[in-house]
């Protein structure tokens, strides 16, 4: 059996296509009209300008490309309720300056209107098939589209199937912060709060005590914490926990720790006392392991005299130190024991 029902690009449409092919420059598909053929059914002509009798002209409401076909282009017509009381027989689609691109006959169809006592919303598509998809301007105006009953039903359902997805998410992202049933900490199953001790944590136990109101917390035998807004530093020291060796004695050392940031830093304080006969050099009880900052030195001649620390000649400044005896006059003093005392200061 041949085909009654067809479409045709017409002429006029396929110079137009052609062209647009050719400069890169879309062509506007953008009306759809019925016709009645005067009340006979029609064939297409390639040759046609126009429909043999048009009823019924508007806006496109939808043009899309087929999903499984990309060279198919589909262009939608809605005819609404309260237009009708004529028998559509031919179908015609044209562009923006109103030139009939495509033509096609469809099945006798009768579009009732309301005041004949029936109405329905009519549905017209219109199928072409071209070479180049990218030469057809895939755009229709919002203001004039009306809603088809797939178009709605595909919305929501993808409205709803975004909203689910969005859903879960953000529930999951809501359960992540949740812990899990199986998580423990130290043995505790995190079922309900946990209260961990000191000892849980492997910490030293503090002591807290009040000084005119103030909370300090005193950490074993060692420092006393004193909290300040946004801060922590250590105001006291307890001579016998400072970090060093010989405190009472007349050579020693001792490092003092400081918060800094957060971080806690070592000043470390040198000191010594000997006898010297001329000039000579001093080893430091432990190096400085960061820099070495200045150093003091004093004499106990009765004779009158004073002691230069000399940082020129010593080679590395964290490890020893010189020191001169100088007499009031300016001269290296050398024939007699001079008793010095010096301290040096690094970190």
């Known amino acids: 059996m041949s085909q009654k029902f067809y479409t045709l690009i017409t002429q006029q449409g396929a110079a137009l296509l052609a062209n647009a092919t050719a400069l890169g420059v879309p062509l506007k598909l953008t009306k759809m009209a019925v016709g009645d053929g005067n009340g006979s059914a029609t064939?297409?002509?390639?040759?046609?300008?126009?429909?043999?009798?048009?009823?019924?002209?508007?806006?496109?409401?939808?043009?899309?490309?087929?999903e499984k076909n990309p060279n198919q282009i589909i262009a939608e017509l809605v005819i609404p309720e309260n237009q009708g009381g004529w028998f559509i027989h031919e179908i015609g689609l044209y562009d923006e300056n109103n030139t009939?691109?495509?033509?096609?006959?469809?099945?006798?169809?009768?579009?009732?209107?309301?005041?004949?006592?029936?109405?329905?919303?009519?549905v017209i598509r219109m199928i072409i098939i071209v070479d180049n998809v990218d030469c057809v301007a895939?755009?229709?105006?919002?203001?004039?589209?009306?809603?088809?009953?797939?178009?709605?039903?595909?919305?929501?359902?993808?409205?709803?199937?975004?909203?689910?997805?969005?859903t879960?998410?953000?529930?999951?992202?809501?359960?992540?912060?949740?812990?899990?049933?199986?998580?423990?900490?130290?043995?505790?199953?995190?079922?309900?709060n946990v209260n961990l001790t000191a000892n849980d944590i492997n910490a030293l136990p503090a002591i807290k005590k009040m000084q005119s109101g103030v909370p300090t917390y005193e950490v074993g035998n060692f420092l006393n914490f004193l909290k300040e807004v946004n801060f922590y530093v250590l105001p006291t020291f307890k001579k016998q926990n400072m970090l060093g060796n010989g405190f009472l004695s007349q050579n020693g050392y001792a490092q003092i720790p400081l918060s800094i940031e957060g971080t806690i830093k070592f000043l470390i304080v040198q000191w010594g006392s000997s006898?010297?006969?001329?000039?000579?050099?001093?080893?430091?009880?432990?190096?400085?392991?960061?820099?070495?900052?200045c150093?003091?030195?004093?004499?106990?001649?009765?004779?009158?005299?004073?002691?230069?620390?000399?940082?020129?000649?010593?080679?590395?400044?964290?490890?020893q130190i010189h020191l001169s005896p100088y007499s009031v006059s300016g001269v290296v003093i050398s024939e007699r024991v001079v008793a010095i005392n010096w301290l040096s200061i690094g970190y």
């Open 43 to 66: 064939t297409p002509n390639a040759s046609q300008t126009s429909l043999i009798h048009e009823v019924y002209q508007a806006p496109l409401n939808s043009l899309t490309t087929d």
């Open 138 to 166: 895939l755009k229709i105006d919002p203001s004039v589209v009306l809603a088809t009953r797939k178009y709605v039903d595909d919305l929501l359902s993808t409205t709803m199937q975004n909203h689910k997805a969005h």
């Open 168 to 192: 879960q998410q953000e529930l999951q992202k809501e359960l992540n912060k949740l812990v899990p049933k199986i998580t423990q900490i130290n043995g505790y199953e995190l079922k309900s």
């Open 100 to 122: 009939l691109i495509a033509v096609g006959n469809c099945p006798a169809t009768y579009k009732p209107q309301l005041s004949e006592g029936s109405g329905r919303t009519q």
């Open 295 to 319: 150093s003091f030195a004093t004499s106990n001649d009765v004779g009158g005299s004073f002691v230069s620390v000399d940082t020129a000649k010593i080679a590395n400044l964290k490890t």
């Open 275 to 293: 006898v010297a006969y001329g000039p000579r050099y001093f080893t430091y009880p432990i190096s400085f392991p960061n820099n070495y900052l």
